[in-house]
């Protein structure tokens, strides 16, 4: 089917197409596309022009291959009118889409986990500062005993039994129930064992240096796991900075109970203060570990906690409330700092409850 053109063309080349200039027929230009080159044929009795009628020749082969379109532009390339130049038609590229927000992990990991340290060292200077009484000590004592219980009863158990509670009715971990359970008493017995019966007879600052050593290990592996769980809720943007907040709580208020135990065993101030920077980097190091792993076998995870959550319990109960008690102060006094540091406990997880690693 041919093309009707009704407005004259210009020049050389619509002259030779349309006709000459006061020449009014109306010429019938039919394109031919076989062979791949564009054809123009005049109507009966006109010349026929083979090739760009804008170049002025026919186009040569592309170098590289280009996609044919079925139809009218069977040819390699479409003709562009109003230019030299031909442009080839060649498909759109397939482009991944861009990832959404919160499939990866944010760029303010390294401020987090900065924060992380300092508000965690800033939390186990402050038992540091001067020279503490041995009444200020036993109050020390108190807050960090109900605050070891709080820690116990009201974040570690019931973290325990949601796991427990979660594996029971499924035949193939019926017989991992009462792992954590196992290992937090094995946890407890093993710091009295080693208390009662290898440090019976040695004196009672060997006693507070053995607890706090304990102590030191089961936080180092609970505020490890910790900063794993702080991992696992990063993507979340509106929930990071919660948590980050209720784990700066937390920490800040283990490493206060730490750094009373460092004063009770006697460290000096230069040791125990290496000894909270290392404390201090385990949460961040654990945040960065959860952020290039994918995920921590769910049995260890547990198990580690239930050993750290039976040595915490003894701290509390075996060694500091009795450290607390054997002065001369009112016990009233002293219970209601051990309730106070249990509030606080509870108020924290309560408020800022933390994620499970």
Known sequence: MGVLIATPGRGALGAELYGRPGDHRRSRITPDLSGGCVSYRRGPGGASRRGDPLAGRCPAPAAAPTARVPGLLAGPGVPRRGGNSERAFSPPRATMPPPSAGEHMPDSVPIIALALFALTFLGGVLPLLGRWSERGLHVLAALSAGLFLGLVFLHLLPELAGHGGHAHGHAESAGDEKLPWICTLAGFLLLFFVEKLWLESRSRRDHHRAVWYA???????????????????????????????????????????????????????????????AYAAVAPAGLLLGVAVEAVDPHMALALTGVACGTFLYVAVCDLLPEVFHGEEPGWQKAAWVVLGALVAGAIQTLLPLPHA
């Open 215 to 277: 102590s030191y290990v089961g936080l180092l592996i609970h505020t490890a796991f910790t900063g794993l769980g702080l991992a696992a809720v990063l993507p979340n943007e509106h929930m990071r900075w919660v948590f980050l907040l209720a784990i700066v709580a937390h920490k800040g208020s283990e490493a206060f109970s730490l750094a009373t135990l460092m004063q009770l065993a006697g460290l000096g101030r230069a040791r125990a203060l290496g000894y909270l920077a």
